[in-house]
């Protein structure tokens, strides 16, 4: 899976929600991508699963440049007001409703079982919003996998629960190392953290060829 946005921009009537961004994903990868309060991370992740058309330049799925195709293949995780679950919820009924919209059985030995097999079935009961942050992603990361079309995982800006990285980090790598894209969508501080390339949101994060690199020699 290749996922290549080329300037994408977002402009409503209130102004610009996204800057024009260019980044590019494959499969097995994963990409840091940081930018400052109010740069567009959620408009972002939306156009990036196809879940928001750009005002401005193109998302493409390998050849494939239609929503209905990023959408069966790109989940959003933890996005604010989208995808981030009610935080008064209790865990069981996160999972149950996690299982369920990815076509699993969600019934309550199901949950017990999903629960267990992570080792918080002592939670279920708790509130969502009070588990730990490293547990946080990593349950919300497990259940946006689950859908058997899901190839690639936007985590929308998982630093907001916390500034250390180490608390979403390993999750996101741990998904790449088995073969999915992913992409995070972060704050600098909380990327400059983390000894790895960064790209940034309103910027052309693609590398392009030259005359004298492999790719651009005749």
Known sequence: MHIVASNVAVTRAAGRMLAPT??????????????????????LALVLSGRMRPGEGTVHL?????PAALRRAVSVVDAPGVTEPDGAVPLHDVIAE??????RRSGRRSV????????I???AKDRFEHLPH????????????????????????PDRHGTDPTAWHPAAAEQAQRGLA??????????ERLDIPVARIGADNIPRSTP???EGAA
């Open 182 to 191: 992913v992409i995070v969508l972060c704050a600098p501080h909380s990327a």
């Open 134 to 157: 490293p547990e946080r992603t990593r349950v919300l990361v497990d259940l946006a996998r689950l859908p058997r079309t899901t190839g690639a995982l936007v985590l929308d800006s």
């Open 62 to 66: 390998d050849d494939d440049r239609s």
């Open 98 to 103: 996690g299982l369920s919209l990815a076509g």
């Open 112 to 119: 017990r079982t999903w629960l267990h097999e992570r080792g």
């Open 212 to 214: 004298d690199s492999p």
């Open 22 to 43: 260019s980044l590019e994903v494959r499969s097995g990868e994963l990409l840091v991508v940081a930018g400052d309060p109010h740069d567009g991370h959620t408009a």
């Open 121 to 123: 079935a002592d939670r």
